[in-house]
């Protein structure tokens, strides 16, 4: 200003003092205006300065020495105000204002530069916040016109070249031309080397080509461009140390950068490391910052981020008091306003589809309401929001039944649509949202017009889905259930017929990874099944194909059994029903095997080979780090696909068949990925027939596979009601074994053993006896509810006649695959036997076990002589303590309570004396050669009871994880009654060299309870079961 006052120490006396002057003042004084400006210059009130200024301003018109700086501090307070609140017609004033400055700065004014990027300046804000391209392409040009006034050597043009990058690199992320791009980076290099080491600017330069360079991996797939953008981001961060301006900035950037490169190659490092970046960010953003709010958002979605891929309910309740903080942040008025409310209600709505808390799902659509207010029409994101608020009112009316919600979404899902004109690339999800809407409505009441609608739609999205596009299973489906539920209401024919030509295209889908890929081929196999449609059998190889192809793309981590659960449920057990009617019988068993213990199948069938082929040479391993890099990135891909998102899809799909093409020309490696044959499979039958207990709500059948003639299909006379009916009675009785009256509970057991002799067991025998001779080994390989019954223990339970364990010698499996792994695996050299035997009798907070030390003693004195001998017990049988024993031995003895957890099976465990050794913990370790475990403790063959078929449970965890023959209980252990069993069973173990020899420890088995059947309680007597080999 004309006139400058020095600043006392004391500034509130200062500010008495100007308000003074400016009083004394008079109205016409030709010096007003500078002491207008003066008082807003040092006012802490910035409404109150902006008014001063916008006075001061009033007093300098057109001609006026001081106007051009008067303009300048009016749109510098205006700016402040817009950045703390986020009041767009603040910015509108700016961008009027800097618009009058210019014009005060005509060709060849020292200060036109400045004015032109000030100008452009705040039309790229408004961009920002109002997406009006012609605003952006002027920004642009007024940036090249500084440039050109900024040449090389003027002390300015770094800034001209990085402003003029940002707008261009904004207009190349809105029209996505790669020149733009190229241009923005160049712009950035030059930038660059004008902030050489020392300069202020440098950290800013090397992130801003950071980001460029990020933006040109996602259009090149680069892997090189995009590990040098997170170098360049480390170097930004280096050159900010702590208290640096910049720091926060840096620490941003190189975690987003970090969670960019994880979401493309699932390195939970990647992950961890964003989150505690994204935290010191968060503690230099303190209360009352101005980017406090931005890191709050960005700690909150990589939080939620971390919880869909490891299921950690704290990292999702954080990121939604995150998202709170953030909101409040952004008050009403405020232009960042919308996006928190679409975030806070997005996690909210996350939380109940995992929890069911209505409430959350209540907030979630007040907060889409929200939103959607504050994007009115014009908005770039109103069509975003209308499906959201859309889809949480589906979800609300699918909990509550209020057909008001249903017609608001409808109506909300037509208004996204008339956003989405011919030619757009998401027209296709917004016809295929509201055609699904008005199913929903149809099938409430059944108006006519609803569904012919629907089918219309479902029709028009099907064209924008051409094949090899992402969403084309989810379009044939839904159009051919409109097209079959509209047959069931009028009965045309021309409906069903053309119903099932959509359905038969889905076999046609060559790579189908996605939750929606899988929901459709169900909706094939249900149709076909309900119509008794030629086409069944060809819908489940088409939907086990498709569950192949999920699996696929999972990692081997627990965390994804849900998915596995969610996609399997009975599919593998109503296919083999499907083709034992069709006569299909070698298709029965592929097909069973395809679709059973999928979680445990995925371990075996794709960590075991890969492991093999990380060892394999330098192309082995390399094409195993590209498999394993393409299957994270489809699985995101396929989790969270969107219509724009398809092209990528296909991409990664046709690499993702590339490598495993690769990969089977290696030698070994010709079947990587494929499920065996039935000749394959015949192999497990090599020292005995297998015999498959099938349940369907279809039909209940057995089919016995021997190693040299086709299989043999024995028909059960019983139901899959009976058999679940059968199988909760016994488990209902099992819980209360031995606390109970013993007559009544002997008449139970027997009663439920009768039952599984006449409907399953005897059927089966008397085609055995024409098989092979009595005394002879079986394996039973049950599903269903079948796998919680004793089929070992079938029997008529009468004098005179035999019972099943008096014709032949009863042992498990899961699935046949596994019975081969383990006949395949080499035993280790006899010399290097090592023994260990775990005993914990006084675990914390649980019963004590009193003959746990009877038990291991009797194991040390028959084993010390024979093997390596170790005993670990007491206070040493710690859970770390076993798991270090665990690692180098190939023979266990473990005596403990066994914990089954039937909600969360991976946490099924062996009670420590510090805590739990969990399923978890077991398929994490890497075992060397082992042969044999006696699992001395409870229901360690019981798993989760929604879905048995799985066998998640600790005998299995064993199992697959190398023991090759395993002793497991199915349900509680007398543990005096172990003591027995296990001191007779170990001397049959032994051979007749004095050699463990873990292919003896069924018949060991065998003879130890029949021996002590005159000793032990009939529930005792057949508690434990032997599995594998």
């Not at 980076?185 to 990020?214: D, F, K, T, V, W």
């Not at 917004?430 to 008005?438: E, H």
């Not at 006569?583 to 097909?591: C, F, K, R």
């Not at 999928?598 to 780090?625: C, K």
Request: hydrophobic share 40%; charged share 25%.
């Amino acid at each position: 200003m004309s006139q400058v006052l020095s600043l006392p120490s004391d500034i509130a006396d200062h500010v008495d003092e100007c308000r003074a002057a400016l009083q004394r003042c008079p109205a016409d004084h030709p010096d007003r205006a500078t002491f207008l400006s003066n008082l807003a210059d040092i006012l802490s009130d910035l409404d109150e300065a902006i008014e001063l200024y916008r006075a001061a301003l009033e007093l300098c018109p057109p001609g006026h020495d001081d106007r051009s700086i008067t303009i300048k501090d009016l749109s510098i307070s205006l700016q402040n105000r817009f950045n703390q609140l986020g009041i767009l017609s603040d910015l509108d004033e700016v961008i009027d204002l800097h618009r009058a400055a210019l014009e005060l700065r005509p060709l060849g004014h020292s200060f036109r530069a400045s004015a032109l990027g000030n100008l452009a300046d705040s039309l790229y804000n408004r961009f920002k916040q109002r997406g009006v391209l012609s605003e952006l392409d002027e920004a642009i040009e007024l940036h090249r016109d500084a440039l050109e006034l900024r040449p090389p050597g003027h002390e300015d043009r770094h800034i001209s070249l990085t402003n003029l990058a940002i707008s261009i690199r904004a207009r190349y992320e809105q029209r996505g031309v790669p020149s733009d791009l190229d241009e923005a980076i160049g712009l950035y290099q030059g930038a660059l080397e004008l902030r050489p080491l020392g300069h202020s600017g440098r950290p800013m330069s090397l992130s801003n080509l950071a980001n460029s360079l990020l933006g040109r991996f996602e259009l090149q797939g680069s892997l090189s461009d995009l590990d040098e953008v997170i170098e360049l981001h480390r170097a930004a961060l280096d050159l900010c140390p702590p208290n640096h301006d910049g720091r926060s900035l840096s620490l941003n950037n190189l975690a987003i950068t970090l969670l960019y490169r994880f979401e493309q190659q699932g390195v939970l490092a990647d992950l961890d490391g964003a989150i505690e970046l994204h935290r010191d960010a968060l503690e230099l953003h303190f209360p009352g910052h101005s980017l406090r709010s931005s890191s709050l958002i960005n700690l909150a979605n990589s939080l939620q981020a971390r919880f869909e891929q490891l299921g950690i309910f704290s990292d999702l309740d954080e990121a939604i008091d995150l998202n709170r903080a953030a909101l409040e942040l952004h008050p009403t008025g405020h232009y960042d306003r919308p996006m928190s409310l679409n975030n806070l209600a997005g996690c909210l709505h996350d939380r109940f589809e995992q929890l069911g808390i209505l409430s959350d799902l209540d907030e979630a659509v007040e907060l889409y309401r929200a939103a959607l207010d504050l994007r009115p029409p014009g908005h770039s994101d109103r069509p975003s929001t209308l499906n959201n608020l859309a889809i949480s009112l589906l979800s609300r009316f699918e909990q509550r039944g209020v057909m008001s919600d249903l017609d608001e979404a409808i109506e909300l899902h037509r208004a996204a649509l008339e956003l989405h004109p011919p030619g757009h690339s998401r027209r296709a999800m917004f016809l295929a949202n509201l055609a699904s809407s008005l199913n929903d409505r149809f099938e409430q009441r059944g108006v006519p017009s609803d569904l012919d609608e629907a089918v219309k739609l479902h029709r028009a999205a099907l064209e924008l889905r051409p094949p090899g596009h992402s969403h084309r299973s989810s379009s044939l489906s839904s159009l051919a259930d409109g097209l079959q539920e509209r047959f069931q209401h009028l009965g045309l024919s021309p409906d069903l017929d053309e119903a099932f030509g959509f359905y038969l295209q889905l076999s046609q889908v060559s790579h189908a990874g996605s939750r929606g890929d899988l929901k459709a081929a169900k909706s094939w196999v249900t149709s076909a099944e309900q119509h008794h449609h030629s086409s069944a059998l060809m819908a489940y190889q088409t939907t086990l194909r498709f569950l192949d192809q999920r699996v696929a793309a999972l990692s081997s981590s627990s965390r994804h059994f849900d998915v596995v659960k969610e996609a399997v449920s009975c599919l593998a057990m109503d296919a083999f029903s499907c083709s034992v009617r069709r006569g299909s019988l070698m298709t029965a068993v592929e097909l069973l095997e395809q679709g059973r213990a999928v979680f445990w199948t995925h371990l075996a069938r794709y960590r075991m080979p890969l492991d093999e082929l990380s060892v394999s040479g330098d192309t082995g391993a390399a094409l195993a780090a590209e498999f394993k890099q393409l299957s994270f990135r489809l699985r995101n891909a396929f989790d969270d696909t969107t219509e724009d998102q398809s092209a990528e899809i296909r991409q990664l799909t046709m690499q993702w068949d590339d490598v495993i093409s690769r990969i089977r020309l290696l030698p070994d490696f010709s079947r990587f990925l494929l499920h065996p044959l039935f000749s394959d499979l015949q192999k497990a039958a090599e020292n005995g027939p297998v015999i498959i207990v099938n349940s369907s709500k279809y039909s209940c059948d057995a089919i016995i596979v021997t190693s040299a003639r086709d299989p043999i299909h024995v028909p059960l006379d019983i139901t899959q009601i009976e058999v679940s009916e059968l199988s909760f009675e016994f488990q209902s009785l099992a819980k209360n074994f031995g606390s109970s009256d013993n007559q009544l509970e002997l008449y139970e057991i027997v009663n439920t053993l009768r039952t599984l002799w006449n409907s399953v067991v005897d059927p089966v025998l008397q085609v055995l006896k024409e098989l092979i001779d009595p005394g002879s080994r079986i394996w039973w390989c049950p599903t269903a509810e079948f796998t919680l019954l004793p089929l070992h223990a079938a029997g008529p339970y009468e004098k005179k006649i035999r019972n099943v364990s008096q014709f032949y010698i009863s042992s498990y499996t899961p699935t046949l695959a596994t019975l081969i792994r383990a006949r395949q695996q080499l035993s280790p050299d006899a010399s290097k036997q090592h023994f260990v035997a775990i005993g914990q009798a006084n675990p914390g907070g649980a019963k004590e076990l009193k003959h746990v030390a009877p038990e291991l003693a009797v194991v040390a004195q028959r084993l010390a002589s024979v093997a390596s001998f170790t005993s670990l017990k007491d206070s040493d049988a710690t859970v770390q303590g076993a798991f270090d024993m665990l690692s180098h031995t190939q023979w266990l003895h473990l005596a403990c309570h066994g914990m089954p957890n039937k909600k969360e099976p991976f946490e099924s465990s062996f009670a420590m004396r510090d805590g739990p050794l969990t399923i978890r913990e077991i398929i994490r370790s890497h075992l060397q050669n082992p042969e044999f475990a006696f699992l001395s403790a409870c229901h360690t063959t019981v798993g989760d009871e929604t879905n048995p078929d799985e066998a998640i449970h600790l005998a299995a965890a064993m199992q697959f994880s190398g023991f090759r023959s395993v002793i497991g209980s199915m349900w509680t252990v007398d543990d005096d009654v172990a003591r027995q069993i296990v001191s007779v069973f170990y001397d049959h173990l032994v051979d007749d060299s004095g050699r463990l020899d873990c292919t003896r420890a069924a018949v060991a088995l065998h003879k130890a309870v029949k021996s002590l059947r005159k000793k032990i309680p009939l529930e005792q007597q057949i508690v434990f079961v032997h599995i594998g080999i």
